[in-house]
């Protein structure tokens, strides 16, 4: 049942696909892009699916989650479904899920059904809160996981109130922490032979994005406020105007404070006895901002970029999404690669964030077509393709 076309680090891993929308996928494209091998299932197309999760199969966003797989269709509503999906099931080493808890358990995708079918095998479950407790059904979606987490409650500004982060960053991240839990589990398999349940939740893992604002809480009882584009307790460590746009600093601590004084020419800061220590520079940071905001505004971003860089002041500008992808050093990195939709010409993607130097990440194909692979897939693991038209002929594939 494998992809022989596929080499890599995880070219000997198997992985059903069962997940949608971000968070489940996610996790699939950190195991698909290192070579493993990513079976998709989908509904049949009269069963009214789009992508499978909402998303046009065509859209940008379905074409950078999808890549590296290959996609078969399957109606798991009928009993035949679901005996092909243990058939499957026995020769896989990962099954990834992203259903509200209960639903699992309907289609007897819960672990307990899955390990009696093949003891090795790894279910990973994503979940809005978790996979019990009083809100384990509630429907989880981002924003919300952001609301609920303190997430919001630590972004935004004062004066206009909290706010999500542009970036689907809750979603992206239980993605991620559930890939680095497969990898735990597929290490541990190697000394004990039995797979396990992996499962982490939007709720979760926003929490722990929080990190050093979470634990002012749980150790200090300080409950963190929003503090815009300043940091809660290093400063100057903000973004501020310039002539021509917008930049960031980082002046953490006393060493590139002392450098930053010097290298704009106001050396008198250093001797202000509001400025003299990182708290005190916190607690005054509105007038900090305000007295150095008038320093930056005389010259052009890219020339205090230069300037600052030269001193070792910790400093970048805020690019658009276009300006990213231009910048050298981006390029320099790959962050952008190409693969060629047999549809849809050459699409460029967003690369792996993680190099490894011997074995490294490889965007081999585009998303597949709806059901692309459902013959080639089945008839790997044992049916005929007389059983294979049958399945057809009863919507079951």
């Known amino acids: 049942m494998s992809n022989p076309s596929v080499s890599g680090p995880l070219s000997h891993i198997r992985v059903l696909d069962l997940s949608r929308i971000r968070s489940g996928p996610t996790c699939v494209k950190q195991l698909a892009d290192f070579g493993a091998d990513v079976i998709k299932i989908e509904s049949p197309s009269h069963l009214g699916q789009n992508g499978g999760d909402g998303a046009l199969r065509e859209g940008s966003d379905f074409q950078n989650l999808h890549r590296n797989k290959r996609s078969i269709t399957l109606n798991l509503k009928e009993g035949e479904g679901r005996r092909i999906f243990a058939r499957l099931a026995a020769t896989t080493d990962v099954v990834v899920e992203n259903y509200r808890p209960d639903v699992k358990h309907r289609l007897g995708l819960d672990y307990e059904s899955l390990r009696e079918i093949n003891p090795r095998i790894i279910l990973v479950s994503i979940s809005g809160f978790g996979q019990d407790?009083?809100?384990?059904?509630?429907?989880?979606?981002?924003?919300?996981?952001?609301?609920?987490?303190?997430?919001?409650?630590?972004?935004?500004?004062?004066?206009?109130?909290?706010?999500?982060?542009?970036?689907?960053?809750?979603?992206?991240?239980?993605?991620?922490?559930?890939?680095?839990?497969?990898?735990?589990?597929?290490?541990?398999?190697?000394?004990?032979?039995?797979?396990?349940?992996?499962?982490?939740?939007?709720?979760?893992?926003?929490?722990?994005?929080?990190?050093?604002?979470?634990?002012?809480?749980?150790?200090?009882?300080?409950i963190p406020q929003m503090s815009g584009n300043d940091h809660p307790s290093s400063m100057p460590t903000s973004a501020y105007k310039t002539a021509d746009g917008h930049m960031n600093i980082g002046a953490y601590g006393e060493d590139?404070?002392?450098?930053?004084?010097?290298?704009?020419?106001?050396?008198?800061?250093?001797?202000?006895?509001?400025?003299?220590?990182?708290?005190?520079?916190?607690?005054?940071?509105?007038?900090?901002?305000?007295?150095?905001?008038?320093?930056?505004?005389?010259?052009?971003?890219?020339?205090?970029?230069?300037?600052?860089?030269?001193?070792?002041?910790?400093?970048?500008?805020?690019?658009?999404?276009?300006?990213?992808?231009?910048?050298?050093?981006?390029?320099?990195?790959?962050?952008?690669?190409?693969?060629?939709?047999?549809?849809?010409?050459?699409?460029?993607?967003?690369?792996?964030?993680?190099?490894?130097?011997?074995?490294?990440?490889?965007?081999?194909?585009?998303?597949?077509a709806l059901g692309q692979h459902t013959t080639e897939v089945l008839l790997g693991v044992g049916f005929t393709h007389a059983q294979i038209d049958e399945f057809r002929a009863k919507n079951v594939v």
Request: net charge neutral; charged share 20%.
């Open 133 to 222: 407790g009083p809100y384990a059904n509630r429907p989880g979606f981002d924003q919300i996981a952001q609301g609920m987490s303190g997430l919001m409650s630590v972004t935004g500004f004062p004066e206009t109130g909290p706010m999500r982060s542009g970036a689907a960053i809750a979603d992206i991240t239980a993605g991620l922490h559930a890939a680095l839990g497969v990898m735990t589990a597929l290490l541990e398999r190697e000394r004990s032979g039995t797979g396990q349940w992996v499962h982490t939740s939007l709720l979760m893992s926003g929490i722990a994005l929080l990190d050093f604002q979470a634990a002012r809480y749980l150790i200090k009882g300080e």
């Open 256 to 368: 590139i404070w002392i450098r930053l004084c010097n290298v704009i020419e106001r050396p008198d800061l250093l001797n202000d006895d509001r400025f003299t220590t990182d708290p005190l520079r916190v607690r005054h940071k509105g007038a900090l901002n305000e007295t150095l905001q008038t320093t930056f505004q005389q010259k052009k971003t890219q020339q205090w970029i230069d300037i600052l860089n030269q001193a070792g002041v910790p400093c970048g500008p805020i690019y658009k999404m276009d300006e990213v992808f231009a910048d050298p050093q981006v390029q320099h990195l790959k962050a952008a690669q190409t693969v060629t939709h047999p549809q849809y010409g050459d699409l460029k993607l967003v690369n792996q964030a993680v190099t490894l130097s011997r074995t490294p990440a490889s965007l081999n194909s585009a998303t597949p």
